[in-house]
Structure formats: C-alpha cells, structure tokens
C-alpha cells in the first residue's frame, strides 16, 4: 500500500486560478517530495521539502509540510494550461531507506 | 542528453513471454532505481542498486523479476512467464549517494509493457 495519499484525486480549475493539493502520509520522513508526471511520461522532480524545514518556494510553487499532523501540501498560483498533469508526492524515510514512496496523485486539468 | 534513458520504451508481448528492459542512469549517479506504475496510480518501489550490488527489493518483486546491473552502470529488468498484471509502466530512476544533494532521483521516460 502507498503511504502518501494526495487530495483531491482530480482537480479542474481555469487558467489563472491557484490549485492547492494535499498529501498525508504515516511513518516519520527524513523529506518530502513533490513529482510532476505528463500523461504516460517520466516524473519530473519539482520540490524538496526536509523534515525540519516548514515551507519552501520555487518559482510559482509552495509547499508546506506539518511534521506533527504528517501532512503536506502543494500549491500552484497562477495555473497554466502547461501545468495540466498528476502530481505525487513521495517521502523519503531516511539515509538507511532509500527508496522513495509515493501517493496515488492528483490529476489536475488547468483549462484555457 | 545526459538524462536517464530507457529502452524500449514501449513493449507489447504475449502471455508468457519473458521481456527485458534496459536502464541507463545519468553517468555519475551511483544508485538505480526500479519502479512499477499501473494506470492511475502513483509508482511503487521495486529495488534499487547502489553500483553494482542489489541492496534492496520490494516484495512485489515476484521470482519471476529479475533485476541486474552487472558493471554498476546500466541496468536490465527482465520479467519471465508475463502476466497480464504485469501489464504497467516500468521506470527508472538514479540519484548520488546519501548526503549528497538530497538525493534527488531523477527520472527516465518509462518503458510501458502490455501483456497480451
């Protein structure tokens, strides 16, 4: 089973508006990361969230990551349709596990 | 391209067929992944190499997967006797060593399998 579970599972919103996803998980994380993935294409890493960090920024994209209610979320402002995709999040459990485990993803349709 | 590469990057066999794919990581990644992605759902681990020693396998790789990476640089995923619940994306990942930028895994575009 994953441990990651995004929210909402599909999001439709129009160009301009800002999408907001959420991801829970159930084991203690050494970080947190979020994936762009196009239809039937690789996943492009879009930010690195460590356990002791609270938020981060790139560009148009925040992430927040609460430790204490193992959750985080992503936010998109100022949706492109380029910005049509799923979207995972997948948690790193430290240097000894080094594979990461992802969420069932987001589907997110930004329409023109 | 310096990226990661897959090849094929789609196969289509029959019901008991056996299939390989081939990984080629970026040159100075020394660890490789393995993940398994069925449609509408996120990847799920399948193992990884740190150069060429297989240091971890999930248990969803069956005995009939089989991973190698023989020389610590590409790497080839075989599946013997396919299933038609083999049937998903099969990518690939590589990343540096802990401690070192995070260990960002990097991506390839993915071989697709449908089994007939």
């Known amino acids: 089973s994953q441990q990651g579970e995004e929210d909402p599972q599909a999001l439709s919103i129009q160009e301009g508006e800002n999408a907001t996803m959420n991801c829970s998980y159930k084991t203690s994380i050494n970080n947190l990361q979020w994936y762009r993935q196009n239809s039937g294409r690789g996943l492009v890493h879009l930010i690195l969230i460590r356990s002791n960090e609270r938020e981060k920024h790139s560009g148009r994209l925040r992430v927040t990551l609460d430790t204490s209610k193992k959750s985080s979320s992503l936010l998109i402002t100022a949706s492109r349709a380029a910005d049509t995709a799923s979207y995972f999040c997948?948690?790193?459990?430290?240097?000894?596990?080094?594979?990461?485990?992802f969420g069932g993803g987001t589907r997110v349709l930004v329409k023109p | 391209d310096t990226g990661v590469s897959q090849d094929p990057r789609h196969k289509i066999t029959k019901r008991g067929q056996n299939v390989t794919f081939r990984c080629d990581p970026i040159?100075?990644?020394?660890?490789l992944y393995w993940y398994r992605q069925t449609l509408g759902q996120g990847p799920e681990f399948l193992t990884y190499?740190?150069?060429?020693?297989?240091?971890?396998k999930s248990r969803l790789l069956s005995d009939r997967f089989s991973a190698e990476r023989p020389k610590g640089s590409f790497s080839t995923l075989e599946i013997q006797r396919t299933e038609q619940g083999d049937s998903a994306m099969y990518l690939c990942?590589?990343?540096?060593?802990?401690?070192?930028?995070?260990?960002?895994?990097?991506f390839g575009p993915g071989t697709r399998l449908t089994v007939l």
């Open positions: 040159s100075e990644h020394n660890r």
């Open positions: 997948a948690t790193h459990e430290g240097a000894a596990g080094n594979k990461l485990t």
């Open positions: 190499f740190q150069n060429e020693a297989q240091l971890e």
């Open positions: 990942a590589s990343s540096l060593p802990p401690g070192r930028k995070n260990n960002e895994q990097f």
